[in-house]
């Protein structure tokens, strides 16, 4: 079956400091990978997504970046940190069906990014 | 631009009666719609979806209604349970292998009152 880990849980840095969040994914090969962030009244939004290694497609103009340096691992990156760069941070892998579903995403467990 | 558009932020409904939360859609492309559910801390986890050659999908206690003229969907909890106090997205994809990136909505916290 397959899996994803998303680390850390939980993250408190200062401002102006680097940011790196890891999240590998594991039962399944070359998978669609992306990174949401859920900020207060803004929902999820879409940050990165990724279809291959070295593959990564921006969604909004921001302060981070993303990369694939392997088929299951997606990191996402800041070399200096804002305040506003605060929120939960979400990891997932998605599957296309031909069925009623379309495409499904499974998510990490998220990654709460407090900048202080 | 918000493609998906939930414009309740929060609900509450008594434990027994029906939760009813809708979204609202602007791309005409989209096939796909899905919903999701969201606990504190915790990743979303898939609820129940709808194609948009369908108009209703149920399953269990959830029912999903789907008008695509209206580019409006619903989803209905029937009866409401105090488990089902969590964040409900709505979300939507084009439906085209290649181009299977979802769009959510921005929530509604639902609670669920005994």
């Known amino acids: 079956s397959q899996t994803i880990h998303q680390w850390p849980a939980t993250l408190v840095q200062p401002v102006g400091s680097p940011l790196s969040l890891e999240c590998t994914v594991e039962?399944?090969?070359?998978?669609?990978l992306y990174w949401y962030r859920q900020a207060a009244g803004r929902g999820l939004q879409l940050l990165f997504y990724s279809v291959g290694i070295g593959q990564i497609s921006s969604e909004v103009p921001q302060n981070l970046s993303a990369s694939r340096p392997q088929d299951r691992q997606f990191i996402l990156s800041s070399k200096k940190l804002l305040l506003s760069d605060s929120g939960f941070y979400l990891c997932?892998?998605?599957?296309?069906?031909?069925?009623?579903?379309?495409?499904?995403?499974?998510f990490g467990q998220g990654t709460r990014l407090t900048v202080v | 631009d918000q493609q998906v558009k939930q414009n309740s932020p929060s609900l509450s409904v008594q434990e027994g009666r029906i939760s009813i939360l809708n979204c609202d859609y602007t791309?005409?492309?989209?096939?796909?719609f899905l919903w999701y559910k969201k606990y504190p801390a915790e990743g979303p986890t898939f609820l129940i979806s709808?194609?948009?050659?369908?108009d209703k999908n149920e399953d269990g206690r959830f029912t999903v209604f789907l008008n695509k003229s209206a580019k409006h969907l619903s989803l209905h909890i029937v009866p409401s349970q105090p488990g089902d106090s969590a964040v409900y997205f709505c979300a939507a994809s084009e439906g085209n292998f290649g181009n299977e990136k979802l769009t959510f909505g921005t929530g509604t916290r639902l609670t669920i009152i005994p």
């Open positions: 709808i194609s948009s050659i369908k």
């Open positions: 791309n005409s492309m989209f096939d796909y």
């Open positions: 039962g399944t090969s070359n998978p669609n």
């Open positions: 997932a892998w998605s599957v296309y069906w031909t069925g009623p579903k379309g495409t499904e995403a499974f």
